[in-house]
């Protein structure tokens, strides 16, 4: 009958920490949420954790925690809620690829899977239920006749077991939706990143002919001026060869007193006087 016994009290922690959590989580984001694993209102950390906190308080009769007292029980509250919320965080992650909760935003947390404040929490919690709830619960179940405590298990077994084959089967097929949507994904983000690199390697390899072809033309534009360029300093050289010969020639066929009165030109204030001495010489020479 203490099998039976325990089926009866898991179940019906279970369905009470399926109504905790589920009232707190509400609460906190001001809509329903549903916080269990299976279709049905069960959480079973929690009935693991009561039937763990049965055994070792009373029916195990373990002399240092028979009558422990509220400082023992918290720690063994606190110490056995974080082995049960690691392990079992850690075995629903790697089986179904599921995170159920996480505290990653929670002071002191491992892995996202304990923290800190919830362990607290479970140390509290660990003294109202050996304190108040178990005795409670323990003097309930007593009152049940044989029948009645393995009618009640038996029921729950079954019933428990459709749920965790439907869950089982509804998890499995999301993980094959899953991994199918996010291999799709996958490939359509592969193959959009490849077409945006070969327009980015298309436009680079453009641009860099572009400019290879804009330096090669500026490179022979730059020779064209340095060719006409040079082409200038000659004609501005040659010209004045040209001008420097021609002066030269006609100074060599002008007389000294000619030359005396063009020098003299150059001493005349304003420019209508030059201009007439110079028209009158003119034209003395070309009579001569």
């Known amino acids: ?86 392990t079992t965080s850690y075995v629903l992650e790697k089986i179904f690829h599921a995170v159920w909760w996480d505290y990653s935003n929670k002071f002191l947390n491992i892995h996202g899977r304990v923290c800190l404040s919830a362990s607290i929490g479970f140390g509290v919690a660990a003294i109202i239920i050996v304190k108040w709830l178990i005795p409670w619960v323990e003097k309930i179940v007593s009152y049940f006749p044989d029948a009645l405590m393995v009618s009640l298990s038996l029921i729950f077994i079954f019933l428990w077991g459709i749920d965790f084959a439907l869950t089982i089967s509804a998890l499995s097929n999301f993980q094959r939706n899953f991994n199918r ?78 030359k005396e009165a063009l020098s003299r030109i150059s001493e005349f204030k304003t420019e209508g006087k030059k201009k007439k001495i110079t028209d009158i010489i003119k034209e003395k020479l070309r009579r001569h």
Not at 5 to 28: Q, R, T
Request: a negative charge.
């Open 1 to 86: 009958m203490i099998i039976c016994k325990y089926v009866v009290i898991f179940f019906f922690y279970s369905m009470l920490g399926f109504i905790y959590e589920s009232i707190y989580s509400s609460v906190n984001k001001h809509h329903w949420q549903n916080r269990g694993f299976f279709y049905g209102p069960i959480i079973p950390i929690y009935g693991v954790g009561a039937c763990v906190g049965t055994l070792l308080f009373y029916d195990l009769h373990i002399p240092f925690l028979e009558n422990a007292n509220v400082i023992v029980i918290f720690l063994v509250g606190y110490l056995g809620s974080i082995i049960l919320e690691y």
């Open 181 to 258: 949507i996010e291999k799709e994904y996958t490939e359509k983000m592969t193959q959009l990143y490849d077409n945006i690199e070969s327009s980015v390697v298309a436009k680079k390899d453009g641009i860099t002919s572009a400019a290879g072809s804009f330096i090669e033309k500026h490179e022979t534009l730059q020779e064209a001026v340095n060719t006409l360029t040079s082409a200038k300093h000659g004609i501005i050289n040659n010209k004045e060869k040209l001008l420097e010969q021609e002066v030269n020639s006609i100074m060599e066929s002008t007389s000294e007193i000619e």
